[in-house]
């Protein structure tokens, strides 16, 4: 009867099974997990197990302790005995307590298992030959790539070799493994044509923030249990980063953190249950569930799409006419010179009031009404005379956005306009979708147009014949770079331009000669060499010419920050990688290795200097290399806001092992008084990053209209609807791990479309229809849910999945300013499409995800 | 979950759900180590359009509903195949689940099952489906027997081994 095979019991690990601490691989939330491991044959009991649990009673709801189906699996280890595998979410972590997502709660289905749905990881070196594939050594990939890399490199220059590796934490990586990568490319092969994880550039999203003098990750997951009101900005926290809403910002909207207000706030201030004002031109589900605690404290403001900017310099005016400001606080904390620059521009005080707001109305779609009553939740001071406290956090929705740069910045300035940084329950910054864990030498590109920028874009190097080598790590551009379909085109007809020219006369076993067949081929041909190194095969990856295997999750230590309180723990090594596949850090090490030995036998001294220093025998020592980078970290307390935002230096993996759960929040500062490593909970309470400590303005660019990749939708009936994306709470990323659990696939076995039920009458679409959504980028069949989520004329779409991507109708626009995409805005036309996937529509649940109501 | 967000969910809970979660079935029996019990626990012929049968199974600790859905619904007993039958203990951190309009809901943290679709988690965070209560009909006399349980009951290492 069931979908799936089902389990109506569970293996109890005994007293000493092997315990160990981790993360969850998956969002920025970063849950902790504990995880046992113990031989298959044996068995704990109810009353003495390693869970430390009674288990022979009913367990009570929200106890802490879980463990589900989902938690447990059976895998097997390189000595060929099987063990049991339980990861559980850990009730002493104080950013999750016990509580978990959809995602993390199925971490344990995603170890490999030789016999289960994880059996097609990756485990050895695949090269391309004449009928597909084929298993080669580490040493002939290495030689392959070490050999092939300096040959590029010493004849057609450094700029040859281009990359688009993760930059992020979690996931399986970690500040080890982003030294490993950075060491190879930023220090060895110094190209410019660097591009990180999904996007076409190698950049920060934020640097609208940073060169502010504000990193984006300054709160801490207290923040938002105090705050008085929290903004969420783009930020789909509920079902993006689910456990951070249901144990930090539920429990303030519910009235659960007044005890904590009351300890924290000064004497007779005011602390009551918490506000929450979602800027989303989607009716989410954080907007529902927030609504359905208490609506009357929820705020839901739905900007056209493009416009945040402008809205967010409208709330800021509305503070300024107000007065909602700390004059002090300005002139001790902030530039007071660029100040007049952010007057002029961003709240244009030569225009009047009213006929500023008139045009933000007319620009955004959101009424002077629902704008005054937003900055009057976010800034005025509280009864009184207390300043609010406000937490805003943006995400994707925001950097994601047109014009990158002035969205971020106009967010950050208007907090620190209302003084809603460096307090409890205030901060400015990311939601976050992954985890951090970035450690690199510098990059070629320290920031954006006004800093040094903007960085060079990767995808239009690659699609415009640019390039001879391409390497992707743990990442899948197929389905994630934006225009997609252009960018898949462009690659395969150059990756088999070059398979054609090697094919010819029969591909060559022996590296040396395949290598000089690759050679003659770059002179005759436009191929490009693409290597994927990943844990899967990936949609990339079959145009590639090699795939190296890595090592996930659980498979090596790694370390990593969340985002919500940057959280440094171990996410420790409790099982084997599968067949031959190494970290990646191991991996970029054995090729930096080679080519610094073929530097040296040439006597070209320089070039083998470049690659040294990657010669780590353990993660421990790549961890304590990285370190390096951050230089001096004793500082005083009130100095914190010098130190890298994820500075861990004196950090040891012996230290944090010793730590567990409880981690270390960096950046980490050796204490001058005492050499202590002391963490840092909040930032920016004394000064700000910049080299006086002041908080540097910007004035925003004037609303201009859309760019002209967009601006040619714009009254075409053809594409009548504004197409917003965004993720499920179900799957995670592109799908590489939940594509293979078949509950998953079940819930979400197709891209989908949301559409309102206005327009969906008028296309005749109901749910559970199909549709082809278009335009001249490229298109992609989905399956339909008609709800009020989205306002007629915007249609949704999942961003990606492993059957589809709605990435195909990104344009190619990027901000000039930091070379970040539009991925949230284009215009599609949407028709039915009458053939039935009947199978797919037996199993997926047609209900609504953003109705939470009952009777 | 703070202790406040606790009493707070506690307050908008259907009132069904709790009296489910304090102890309600008379008709339970202790549960055999070996196999489910066999227990009748309504009548096909009584069951309208979303109407509910809270009862308890296979032992006093286990909450469980029997709702005829009004559509065809995995596992799905009667003439429409719409007669199913669930645990109503989340799956997620073993909070009461409310029916309504097709589906469960769990208000700690909007977790919502589909059963129509085998107690599929199709909002929220639970990562287990709902367990789906074995049903078997009598066709001459229309009562429903539950004779088993599908999937893990939240809170229990096995299904039959409370003490």
Request: charged share 25%.
């Amino acid at each position: 009867m069931s979908l799936t095979k089902r389990k109506d019991t569970l293996p109890i690990p005994p007293v000493d099974a092997e315990r160990y601490t981790t993360v969850c691989q998956y969002c920025s939330v970063g849950c902790g997990y504990n995880v046992f491991v113990w031989p298959e044959k044996r068995s704990g009991t109810a009353k003495s197990n390693a869970f430390h649990v009674d288990l022979s009673k009913q367990g009570q709801l929200m106890s802490g302790f879980s463990y589900t189906e989902t938690m447990h699996n059976v895998i097997t280890r390189k000595n060929g005995n099987r063990y049991n595998l339980a990861i559980i979410p850990a009730k002493e972590s104080r950013i999750n307590k016990g509580d978990y997502s959809i995602r993390g709660g199925t971490n344990a289905l995603t170890a490999y298992t030789p016999t289960g749905v994880t059996k097609d990881r990756l485990k050895y070196p695949l090269l391309r030959k004449e009928n597909g594939f084929v298993a080669i050594s580490w040493d002939d990939a290495v030689e392959i790539i070490a050999t092939l890399t300096k040959s590029s490199m010493d004849k057609y220059g450094a700029d040859s070799v281009a990359m688009k590796f993760y930059d992020h934490g979690s996931s399986g990586l970690g500040f080890e493994d982003n030294w490993g990568a950075g060491k190879f490319f930023l220090s060895g092969v110094k190209t410019q044509y660097l591009s990180i994880h999904n996007r076409p550039a190698y950049n920060s999203e934020v640097w609208g923030s940073r060169e502010r003098g504000m990193h984006e990750l300054n709160y801490d997951v207290d923040d938002a249990r105090l705050a008085d009101t929290i903004v969420l900005w783009g930020a789909n926290a509920y079902e993006g980063a689910t456990v951070f809403y249901t144990e930090h910002i539920m429990p303030n909207l519910q009235g659960g953190s007044i005890d904590e207000k009351k300890r924290e706030f000064a004497s007779g201030e005011p602390a009551e249950e918490g506000r929450i004002v979602i800027i989303d031109p989607r009716k989410n589900a954080t907007t529902t569930v927030s609504q359905d605690i208490s609506a009357e404290r929820v705020l839901h403001l739905r900007p056209n799409l493009g416009t945040d900017w402008i809205l967010a310099n409208a709330l800021a005016r509305i503070a300024w006419e107000n007065n909602w400001y700390d004059k002090d606080y300005l002139q001790k904390r902030t530039d007071m010179k660029t100040f007049e620059d952010y007057k002029s521009k961003s709240l244009e005080l030569a225009k009047p009031f009213a006929a500023f707001l008139a045009d933000a109305e007319k620009i955004t779609g959101v009424s002077r009404k629902e704008m005054e009553e937003a900055a009057a939740w976010i800034a005025k001071p509280k009864t009184g005379g207390f300043e609010r406290r406000t937490l805003t956090l943006y995400e994707k929705g925001i950097i994601w956005n047109m014009k990158n740069y002035d969205q971020v910045a106009a967010i950050a300035q208007l907090n620190v306009l209302t003084h809603n940084v460096g307090r409890p329950g205030t901060g400015c910054g990311r939601l976050g979708g992954h985890q951090e864990g970035y450690v690199r030498p510098g990059a070629p590109t320290p920031g954006s147009i006004y800093a040094g920028g903007p960085p060079k874009n990767v995808d239009k190097y690659i699609t415009g014949g640019g390039g001879k080598i391409y390497w992707v790590g743990a990442t899948d551009p197929y389905l994630s770079t934006p225009n997609s379909k252009f960018f898949k085109k462009s690659v395969k007809k150059r990756a088999n331009n070059l398979l054609d020219y090697l094919d010819n006369g029969g591909i060559p076993s022996d590296p040396k000669a395949y290598v000089a067949k690759v050679l003659e081929a770059y002179e005759k041909t436009d191929g490009l060499f693409m290597i994927v190194q990943d844990i899967y095969k990936t949609h990339t990856s079959e145009d590639a010419m090699l795939i190296l295997p890595a090592a996930g999750w659980g498979e090596a230590v790694d370390t990593s920050i969340n985002c919500h309180s940057r959280l440094l723990r171990i996410y420790d090594k409790f099982m084997d990688a599968p067949g031959e596949a190494l970290p990646d850090w191991k991996i970029l090490a054995l090729v930096g290795n080679k080519i610094k030995a073929l530097y040296t036998a040439d006597g070209n001294k320089e070039m083998a200097a470049r690659f040294s220093g990657m010669e780590w025998k353990t993660d421990a020592e790549v961890f304590a290399d990285g370190a390096q980078e951050f230089g001096d970290n004793r500082a005083t307390e009130t100095e914190e806001a010098r130190l890298s935002a994820e500075c861990y230096k004196g950090v040891t993996h012996a230290m944090l092992r010793k730590l567990g759960n409880e981690g270390i929040q960096t950046p980490v500062r050796q204490d001058p008084a005492t050499g202590k490593l002391v963490g840092t909970k909040r930032r920016y309470q004394y000064s700000f990053a910049s080299k006086d400590g002041l908080f540097k303005w910007y004035g925003t660019d004037a609303w201009t209209g859309y760019p002209a990749e967009i601006a040619k939708y714009i009254n075409n009936p053809t594409y009548p609807f504004w197409f917003t994306t965004g993720r499920s709470q179900h799957v995670w990323q592109t799908m590489y791990h939940d594509k293979r659990i078949p509950e998953k696939l079940m819930t979400v076995p197709l891209p989908y479309l949301e559409i309102h039920p206005d327009d969906a009458g008028k296309l005749n679409l109901k749910t559970g229809d199909m549709a082809e959504v278009f335009n001249e980028e490229g298109s992609c069949l989905a399956l339909v849910y008609v709800n009020d989520a989205t306002k007629p004329g915007l249609v949704f779409g999942i961003m990606y999945h492993a059957k589809g991507t709605m990435n195909n109708l990104t344009s190619s626009y990027t901000d000039p300013k930091t070379t970040i995409p539009w991925y949230k805005g284009t215009k599609v036309g949407v028709k039915k499409y009458n053939g039935k996937l009947d199978d797919a529509i037996k199993t997926v649940s047609l209900l609504s995800n953003n109705d939470f109501r009952t009777q | 979950m703070s202790d406040i967000s606790r009493r707070k969910f506690l307050q908008t809970t259907s009132a069904s759900a709790l009296l489910l979660f304090s102890g309600l079935g008379r008709e339970s029996q202790a549960a055999s180590a070996q196999s489910y019990p066999s227990r009748k626990i309504g009548n096909i012929k009584n069951l309208k359009v979303n109407e509910q049968i809270a009862f308890t199974y296979p032992d006093d600790n286990s909450p469980c509903v029997l709702v005829n859905v009004g559509q065809e619904a995995f596992g799905g007993i009667g003439k429409g195949k719409s007669v199913v039958s669930f645990s109503t203990l989340c799956t997620h951190m073993g909070c009461p689940l409310t029916y309504s309009d097709g589906r469960l809901v769990c208000k700690c943290h909007y977790s919502m099952f589909d059963v129509s679709r085998n107690g599929q988690t199709y909002q929220g965070l639970a990562s287990q489906w709902v367990a789906q209560v074995v049903l078997r009909l009598d066709a001459a006399t229309g009562n429903i027997y539950a004779e088993g349980v599908e999937g893990l009951i939240y809170g229990r290492i096995g299904n039959l081994k409370l003490s």
